[in-house]
Structures are given as C-alpha cells and as structure tokens.
C-alpha cells in the first residue's frame, strides 16, 4: 500500500494477492468473490478514488458472472451496440425454420453485449428487443397464435434476473417455443408454402415481374395447387395480397417522403405509373397526390 515509488511489477503482484485471496475464500468458505482493483494514487486522501472506481467492478457482476477480477484501468469504455443486424437474421433464421443457426445467433449477441461492458439496464433493453422481434416474426407466420399473451410477464422476469446468463437462459427458452409454435402450425407443407409465399412476397414486391408463375417457379408447385392453398390460408388471392402490399408500401412512402409519385410507383414494382395511380384510388379512394397532400399537413 505505501510504497514510495511506483513499480510496473506492481499491477502484476497486486493481481496475484488477489487471485490467491479468491482461490483461499473458495476452499475455506465454499463460495466465489469478485474483486476490482482501482487507479494508482500518490497521497491517502486520494484513495477514495480509487476505492470508487474498483468499486464499479459489482456492475460488471451482472454481465460477466461471479469469481471476477477486474483492474479497471484496463476496462474498455463502454461502447455503442447495435443488434439491429442480428436480429434481423434471427428473424429470418425463424422464418427457415433453422434452430440451431437462431440459437448461434442469440451466442453471437450475447457475446457482443458482454464485450461492449453495457449495463444491466441496457443490456435487458436488447434481450427485450430480441423477444419482441421474435415475437412479431411469429405473428406474422401465425397470426392466430396465442404465445404472446405471456410476453408482459416474460420481460419483467428477464429484468428481475440477477445475472445476464439467466436473462438469456430465459430468451433461448422463449425462442424454442417460438419454433414449437411454428413447427405444429407448418405440420401441413400446403400452410408452410403458403407462408413462405407470404414473406417472398414481402421481399419482392418492388419486383414489376412478379407473378403467380414466378411465386409457383420459386417454390415448385402448380398455380391451381398454389392458388388453393394460398386462398385457404389468407382469405384472398395472390394478386390481391401483392396489390394490398404494394398499397401498404406506397402510402409509406407518400407519408414519409417526397418522392414523386411515378418514382414512388417504380419503388413499389409499378411499370406503369398511370395504372398505379388507378390502383391506388381504387384502394383508398383517392389520388397517390390527393392523400400525400391529406398525411403531409
């Protein structure tokens, strides 16, 4: 502690103390300790500072487990983490069906969140959002499904956690009955090709070739099949679901932007932007610039 001068050797033996003080608390009294070690300071009267700086190692105790040892002079900052890009492949790894590759998935963020050093309060904010897209992705492929109705409860008991890997533990739990839900509701391949033209029409509907032909090349079945299998599922019929989503994307579009109406018209898969405004009134009952100029006010 009262060294006069500062030694590099000092870190070094300082962490080996501490290690032997955690490997002799665990065989005398049975359980693990976490330690930080605080800054350099020259006078007493600064070792508070010190002291409050190891004292941040408890925050990393939710993170990182138990048994840590932590010189906090060489803790990265905490960075910024954005999982948009991981989720979105979760999504998809749910829409495939592919367990495994979701359950790597949920690793890879983990990992990443424990590497950025977050907080417990930010680190329940990304396993929150983990579950509501989970969630959505589900709906979307079953809309009658009644899984949500614990969700609520589901992300309180993630926040009620003492340790991030029981967080977590919780997530993987919830996604595998995500993909029991779904493997029951895909029991019938009629359903599952329906709904995965359901989301190849979400992906491709800016497409001006896309058709009931290319949909029924893409997944290898008769239009007549595809046709029925397809109303059952929905209630309406391929060209109807690809207008409805194209009109969906359009008003986005005349709300959020300034485009002009025949760039907005190519942007939702419209060859010709005089049928497109024909279809859009027909949908909403009035003009693309008539209901820009209503949502832009």
Same mark, same amino acid.
């Given at each position: 502690?009262?060294?006069?001068?500062?030694?590099?050797?000092?870190?070094?033996?300082?962490?080996?103390?501490?290690?032997?003080?955690?490997?002799?608390?665990?065989?005398?009294?049975?359980?693990? %300790?976490?330690?930080?070690?605080?800054?350099?300071?020259?006078?007493?009267?600064?070792?508070?500072?010190?002291?409050?700086?190891?004292?941040?190692?408890?925050?990393?105790?939710?993170?990182?487990?138990?048994?840590?040892?932590?010189?906090?002079?060489?803790?990265?900052?905490?960075?910024?983490?954005?999982?948009?890009?991981?989720?979105?492949?979760?999504?998809?790894?749910?829409?495939?069906?592919?367990?495994?590759?979701?359950?790597?998935?949920?690793?890879?963020?983990?990992?990443?969140?424990?590497?950025?050093?977050?907080?417990?309060?930010?680190?329940?904010?990304?396993?929150?959002?983990?579950?509501?897209?989970?969630?959505?992705?589900?709906?979307?492929? %079953?809309?009658?499904?009644?899984?949500?109705?614990?969700?609520?409860?589901?992300?309180?008991?993630?926040?009620?956690?003492?340790?991030?890997?029981?967080?977590?533990?919780?997530?993987?739990?919830?996604?595998?009955?995500?993909?029991?839900?779904?493997?029951?509701?895909?029991?019938?391949?009629?359903?599952?090709?329906?709904?995965?033209?359901?989301?190849?029409?979400?992906?491709?509907?800016?497409?001006?070739?896309?058709?009931?032909?290319?949909?029924?090349?893409?997944?290898?079945?008769?239009?007549?099949?595809?046709?029925?299998?397809?109303?059952?599922?929905?209630?309406?019929?391929?060209?109807?679901?690809?207008?409805?989503?194209?009109?969906?994307?359009?008003?986005?579009?005349?709300?959020?932007?300034?485009?002009?109406?025949?760039?907005?018209?190519?942007?939702?898969?419209?060859?010709?932007?005089?049928?497109?405004?024909?279809?859009?009134?027909?949908?909403?009952?009035?003009?693309?610039?008539?209901?820009?100029?209503?949502?832009?006010?």
């Amino acid at each position: 502690l009262f060294q006069e001068k500062w030694s590099r050797n000092f870190t070094s033996r300082t962490k080996e103390i501490c290690h032997e003080i955690q490997e002799k608390t665990k065989e005398v009294m049975g359980f693990d %300790v976490s330690m930080g070690i605080g800054k350099w300071v020259k006078k007493p009267e600064e070792l508070i500072q010190s002291h409050d700086m190891a004292a941040q190692t408890l925050q990393y105790r939710y993170l990182l487990g138990g048994n840590l040892l932590i010189d906090m002079e060489e803790q990265p900052e905490e960075k910024n983490l954005s999982i948009k890009a991981y989720v979105e492949k979760l999504a998809a790894a749910l829409k495939a069906g592919k367990k495994e590759n979701a359950e790597h998935i949920l690793e890879q963020i983990s990992s990443e969140i424990k590497e950025a050093r977050v907080d417990k309060s930010r680190a329940c904010v990304y396993l929150q959002q983990i579950i509501r897209a989970a969630d959505e992705t589900c709906e979307d492929m %079953v809309p009658d499904n009644r899984l949500f109705s614990k969700r609520e409860a589901l992300l309180q008991q993630v926040t009620e956690q003492n340790s991030f890997d029981s967080a977590v533990e919780l997530v993987r739990n919830h996604i595998g009955e995500i993909f029991q839900t779904l493997s029951d509701a895909n029991s019938s391949s009629g359903q599952r090709q329906a709904r995965l033209a359901l989301d190849y029409i979400q992906k491709n509907y800016m497409d001006p070739d896309l058709s009931l032909n290319s949909i029924c090349s893409y997944l290898n079945i008769s239009t007549s099949y595809f046709s029925t299998i397809f109303k059952d599922l929905t209630g309406e019929t391929f060209t109807e679901v690809l207008i409805r989503t194209r009109m969906e994307k359009a008003k986005e579009l005349l709300e959020n932007t300034t485009m002009k109406n025949y760039e907005i018209a190519e942007k939702v898969g419209f060859a010709d932007p005089h049928y497109f405004g024909i279809s859009f009134k027909k949908m909403t009952g009035c003009t693309p610039t008539e209901y820009a100029r209503e949502k832009r006010k």
